[in-house]
T-cell receptor, first 112, second 117 residues
Framework: EDQVTQSPEALRLQEGESSSLNCSYTVSGLRGLFWYRQDPGKGPEFLFTLYSAGEEKEKERLKATLTKKESFLHITAPKPEDSATYLCAVRPLGGATNKLIFGTGTLLAVQP | DTGVSQDPRHKITKRGQNVTFRCDPISEHNRLYWYRQTLGQGPEFLTYFQNEAQLEKSRLLSDRFSAERPKGSFSTLEIQRTEQGDSAMYLC???????????????FGPGTRLTVL
């Protein structure tokens, strides 16, 4: 069964303290791995798409990387406004499905 | 604002009542998705449309749930005879089909928070 696991469940950082979030996945085939940011009471906001092992994407203080079994979201010198839940999702290759399978997210709190 | 919009943003209803939610996708997007999210969980797929055709439904979508996209633009999600377990955030997303994979991202709306008393 296709599955996405994110760790840690929650992470508290001091402003400027860099760290990484992990997303491990088990799918029959991968048509894309997606990172979203979600603020409380709002819908997920798209951040990155990764398609193949070795691929990297960057946006401001965030960098996403992909291997054959997991993805990392690296946060460099975070600021309090980076506080949010970060969701990872995969789009399986099998069949005609276009659904995304999400992990449960990592709740990030950045303290000033 | 040209993003995905959803209405209402909040809905409180009594058990057994019917509710209907609306989603307006990004105008040039031909795919529309419905997800459900409960507290502390990631969104779970319910169903999706390509234009007006409903192409996939999750087993989570019981007989009490029905979705439509009559003209390939906006969509409605109706829940009949609501139950307390239906309380959740209902999210709509849209995307554009293309042979170029960069267009496969799904963009989400703000969601409709349903509370069933």
């Amino acid at each position: 069964e296709d599955q996405v696991t994110q760790s840690p469940e929650a992470l508290r950082l001091q402003e400027g303290e860099s760290s990484s979030l992990n997303c491990s996945y088990t799918v029959s085939g991968l048509r894309g791995l997606f990172w979203y940011r979600q603020d409380p009471g709002k819908g997920p906001e798209f951040l990155f798409t990764l398609y193949s092992a070795g691929e990297e994407k960057e946006k401001e203080r965030l960098k996403a990387t992909l291997t054959k079994k997991e993805s990392f979201l690296h946060i460099t010198a975070p600021k309090p406004e980076d506080s949010a839940t970060y969701l990872c999702a995969v789009r399986p290759l099998g069949g005609a499905t276009n659904k995304l399978i999400f992990g449960t997210g990592t709740l990030l709190a950045v303290q000033p | 604002d040209t993003g995905v919009s959803q209405d209402p943003r909040h809905k409180i209803t009594k058990r057994g009542q019917n509710v209907t939610f609306r989603c307006d996708p990004i105008s040039e997007h031909n795919r529309l998705y419905w997800y459900r999210q409960t507290l502390g969980q990631g969104p779970e797929f319910l169903t999706y449309f390509q234009n007006e055709a409903q192409l996939e439904k999750s087993r989570l979508l019981s007989d009490r749930f029905s979705a439509e996209r009559p003209k390939g633009s906006f969509s409605t999600l109706e829940i009949q005879r609501t139950e307390q377990g239906d309380s959740a955030m209902y999210l709509c997303a849209s995307s554009h089909t293309s042979v170029f994979r960069s267009y496969n991202e799904q963009f989400f709306g703000p969601g409709t928070r349903l509370t069933v008393l």
